[in-house]
């Protein structure tokens, strides 16, 4: 199962940043966690991926609070390209790669 | 240019006629898998390949198969395809399990 609970949609203004959470509370202490996003049925696009420091790149930045407990990823400047759902990824168990079902993410004109 | 293909892209067939859906990528990764995307359940592992010759079972490896004779190449073979097998499927591939992965075009099967 996958260890990170995201919201199943959310809506944000075109311009405006957009904050997609995720909860991943049993994460282990060297875990990474990782977003990608589908824009319609694409092959998923690696955002960013961060373990403890919050981290930056040209996509996105990433939030992960002091207890690793959860993360915000910040799309700072929503476009309409941005409507896609978007996966946190924290477990990887064994040599697994398990995906969530993701947030779809509505940006708004 | 960096990238994984797929083959075929669309394919509809019937059920119990064997088929293969090819996937390649040319950037020497080591790590490639497969997933099936079906609608609500997101994307699920089939198989994954840690390097040549080394295979192991996803969450959903039922009723498929693969192999890694190369490193480039991680085909996914459905010995006796049947409807509930009807997905959309992604090849991707990584350097390693925690890197970047990077994901095919997605081949859209109908087992009728």
């Known amino acids: 199962d996958a260890k990170t609970t995201q919201p199943p949609s959310m809506d944000c203004a075109e311009g405006r940043a957009a904050n997609l959470p995720c909860n991943h509370s049993?994460?282990?202490?060297?875990?990474?966690v990782y977003w990608y996003r589908q824009i319609h049925s694409q092959g998923p696009q690696y955002i960013i991926h961060?373990?403890?420091n919050n981290e930056t790149n040209e996509m996105a930045s990433l939030i992960i609070t002091e207890d690793r407990k959860s993360s915000t990823l910040i799309l700072p400047h929503a476009t309409l390209r941005d409507t896609a759902v978007y996966y946190c990824?924290?477990?990887?168990?064994?040599?697994?790669?398990?995906f969530g079902k993701g947030t779809r993410l509505h940006i708004l004109p | 240019e960096a990238q994984v293909t797929q083959n075929p892209r669309y394919l509809i067939t019937v059920t119990g006629k064997k088929l293969t859906v090819t996937c390649s990528q040319n950037?020497?990764?080591?790590?490639m898998s497969w997933y099936r995307q079906d609608p609500g359940l997101g994307l699920r592992q089939i198989y994954y390949?840690?390097?040549?010759?080394?295979?192991d079972k996803g969450d959903v490896p039922e009723g498929y198969k693969v192999s890694r004779k190369e490193k480039r190449n991680f085909p996914l073979i459905l010995e006796s395809p049947s409807p509930n097998q009807t997905s959309l499927y992604f090849c991707?591939?990584?350097?390693?399990?925690?890197?970047?992965?990077?994901f095919g075009p997605g081949t859209r099967l109908t087992v009728l």
């Open positions: 991707a591939s990584s350097r390693g399990l925690g890197n970047e992965q990077f």
């Open positions: 961060g373990l403890k």
């Open positions: 390949s840690m390097n040549v010759e080394v295979t």
């Open positions: 049993t994460i282990s202490g060297n875990e990474y």
């Open positions: 950037m020497n990764h080591e790590y």
């Open positions: 990824i924290v477990r990887v168990t064994d040599d697994k790669i398990i």
